[in-house]
């Protein structure tokens, strides 16, 4: 593999191609867990790990063993398997090493395993015939893609606790015209580079 396109794969899988705004993977957790920073960055932190280690798990499963044992059929029950086998090990150790995060994210810990962003990482992978170098480039970049819009989110939505949002817009509408605004700046990174 060579570096410069794993590199290339990494930063557009942060920015132009962000799992979250290009693709609207992982929209119900990014709208329901971004109310405060601390919450937003537990909650990527673990996305992010979750996704880089299943992404290259998942891969190795379905090249060394699905592929050449004609299974490929299974790819989703085992995508989701080794998912959520990871995320019960991350809320395990959330849950000993930092209880506040652990009651902060309340349901949507268990949820990750059902974040259809994580899935469609590993998706995207054989899809876009990754090779093994560009996999873990992809699985870390969507990660932290997901983890920036979210932290971004959060940070907005901390601000506009201190303004005076017009009454028909407060609640789920300025949510929405804060996400849709993310979209379009991260959608101006469309012209730096593109992987498909």
Do not use: H
């Not at 990527?44 to 979750?50: D, E, L, N, P």
């Not at 560009?134 to 990660?143: A, K, M, P, R, V």
């Not at 509408?173 to 991260?186: E, H, K, N, Q």
């Amino acid at each position: 593999m060579d570096i410069t396109s794993g590199l290339k794969i990494f930063i557009a899988s942060i920015f132009t191609n962000n799992i979250l705004f290009a693709s609207f993977l992982g929209m119900c957790s990014f709208l329901v867990c971004s109310n405060r920073i601390s919450t937003a960055l537990g909650l990527g932190s673990a996305v992010t790990f979750v996704m880089f280690f299943t992404t290259i798990i998942n891969y190795l499963i379905y090249y060394y063993i699905l592929v050449p044992l004609g299974l490929e059929f299974l790819s989703f029950i085992i995508f989701i398997a080794v998912i959520a086998a990871f995320v019960q090990f991350v809320e395990m150790f959330v849950e000993r090493f930092s209880p506040d995060l652990y009651y902060a994210l309340g349901i949507f810990l268990p949820l990750i395993t059902v974040n259809c962003a994580i899935l469609g990482a590993s998706l995207f992978m054989v899809i876009r015939e990754y090779s093994f170098g560009e996999t873990i480039f992809f699985g870390l970049g969507s990660g932290l893609g997901w983890a920036l819009a979210i932290t971004l989110m959060a940070g907005l939505r901390e601000k506009t606790g201190y303004t005076n949002v017009p009454r028909p817009l407060r609640g789920t509408g300025i949510v929405m015209l804060i996400a849709g605004i993310i979209a379009m700046t991260f959608m101006g990174f469309a012209g730096m580079m593109s992987v498909q």
